[in-house]
């Protein structure tokens, strides 16, 4: 006689807790508030540079002979015009001094036979000499003059090969490599040293290929290096190759060099640096993090802003964009907060509850 009473009130009781359950009010979520900040925004290029020098000569013997002395050695700074080694110059003063005694032979014969032509020509005036005689006179007169000039062609050759002994600096730098030593028999042509500019180095890195059109002459470089920990440091792109070649990676690249500047630590050669090279920057602009917004569809971005404690989507329009932030130039004022929620993902007319 129950079943009845029971059927209908089951029946009467479910629709209602279902309706109780839809109607309900969903239970609040914690959120937080985020707000624009002004500030400075850029996007940058992570690179790995090393430091390189872009003026690095091999100095090598101009003679043959025994190197007699060796002023300079690995590591060494030396200025230009420094003599960095002495070969045996016995032989090049034997011939310097054969030369200029045969340069003086060579003005005297050609004073001699100056006068002897001249005198042979007054007398050829007077009739007391024969054509014949001066002809010969003029003819030793002009060969004392090329002999002359050989003379002294021979002084300049042997004073070079005199000079040449002596193995000089082009260049204020640092010995880098050291070839040879005292007492070695070398040959023209043999690499005594390895020498790098005091002016010339330089910090490169390698862009991949597909970001070389990214950089420009005179864009910002922000380094760092671990031998400096914490020391940050400016520079700008003063050089980009103009070929794209294969790098250690064995990855096409392009070669960007920037001077040390002004701030920069001691860096040693083959030294590896850290830079972030500045695509683009904005400065003085509302931001806000990524993590505050959502992307909607591709490149278009919502926030979530609070209405009637709900959750509301609302668009925004953003500019430069980096990994961490975006810049807003549309869909906030300055006195809107946004609402994040570390707890879930929130969604659009969700409860919120702002802590």
């Known amino acids: 006689m129950w079943k009845k009473p029971a059927i209908l009130l089951a029946i009467l009781v479910v629709p209602l807790l279902f309706a109780w359950q839809y109607l309900k009010q969903a239970p609040s979520v914690k959120v937080s508030l985020v707000q624009p900040v002004v500030q400075s925004l850029s996007t940058k290029l992570d690179l790995n540079a090393v430091v390189i020098n872009g003026q690095i000569v091999t100095i090598t013997a101009l003679v043959d002979g025994e190197i007699g002395q060796i002023n300079a050695r690995e590591g060494i700074s030396v200025k230009n015009a420094q003599a960095l080694a002495v070969l045996d110059d016995k032989k090049a003063q034997s011939l310097l001094d054969k030369a200029r005694a045969e340069l003086v032979y060579s003005e005297q014969k050609l004073k001699s036979t100056a006068r002897n032509y001249a005198r042979l020509s007054d007398l050829s005036q007077a009739g007391n000499a024969s054509k014949q005689s001066v002809d010969d006179s003029y ?15 021979d002084v300049s050759l042997a004073e070079l090969q005199f000079e040449n002994s002596t193995v000089s600096a082009p260049f204020d730098g640092v010995v880098t490599k050291q070839f040879a030593e005292t007492g070695q028999w070398v040959e023209a042509g043999t690499p005594l040293f390895q020498l790098a500019a005091s002016d010339g180095y330089l910090i490169e890195a390698q862009v991949d290929a597909s970001d070389w059109a990214l950089v420009s002459i005179d864009q910002s470089v922000t380094l760092t290096t671990e031998s400096a920990p914490g020391k940050t440091w ?34 040693l050669l083959g030294q590896e640096i850290n830079a972030e090279l500045v695509l683009n920057k904005v400065d003085n602009v509302a931001t806000l993090p990524l993590s505050a917004m959502v992307e909607t569809e591709p490149n278009q971005y919502a926030v979530f802003l609070a209405h009637q404690n709900k959750a509301k989507l609302t668009p925004v329009k953003v500019g430069l964009l980096n990994e961490m932030h975006a810049q807003i130039t549309d869909g906030l004022t300055a006195d809107d907060a946004v609402l994040v929620s570390q707890q879930i993902r929130l969604q659009d007319n969700m409860p919120v509850e702002i802590q």
Not at 139 to 153: C, G, H, S, T
């Open 139 to 153: 003819d030793a007169f002009r060969n004392a003059e090329a002999e002359l000039a050989v003379a002294k062609a």
């Open 234 to 267: 400016e520079s700008a792109v003063s050089w980009i190759a103009p070929t794209i070649a294969i790098n250690d990676r064995d990855a096409k690249a392009v070669a960007i060099r920037f001077a040390f500047g002004d701030d920069a630590p001691p860096l």
